[in-house]
């Protein structure tokens, strides 16, 4: 298992910008691949990004506005969000996977807590 925390998350304004965080521990974190996923009230967790074998991959929702990426030495990964938007209003939750270039829910074994992450119009 992966032990996941993230930081990061909290209100700003439509147009805005944040960074998340999410530091990681426990096994090897060259074995696992971490990626973001989200959740807003009432909807299902969605996938926003992640790290492949050698490169990001994105939810379209995100593309041009998202960006994920991570520090090894630090065993953290971000996530740079800009252009923000009232409707990316959601708890936004770090995950882990050894099947690398997933987007599924269940192939990530390992979760964060979540950052609340609220975008007003």
């Known amino acids: 298992q992966v032990q996941l925390v993230e930081s990061g998350g909290g209100l700003v304004q439509t147009g805005g910008s944040l960074r998340l965080s999410c530091a990681a521990s426990?096994?090897?974190?060259?074995?696992?691949?971490m990626g973001w996923f989200r959740q807003a009230p009432g909807k299902e967790r969605e996938f926003v990004a992640a790290?492949?074998?050698?490169?990001?991959y994105y939810a379209d929702f995100v593309k041009g506005r998202f960006t994920i990426s991570r520090d090894s030495s630090k065993n953290t990964v971000y996530l740079q969000m800009t252009m923000l938007k009232p409707e990316d209003t959601a708890v936004y939750y770090c995950a882990a996977t050894a099947k690398f270039g997933s987007t599924r829910v269940t192939d990530f074994g390992s979760w964060g807590q979540g950052t609340q992450v609220t975008v007003s119009s």
């Open positions: 426990g096994r090897t974190f060259s074995n696992y691949r």
């Open positions: 790290w492949g074998h050698y490169s990001a």
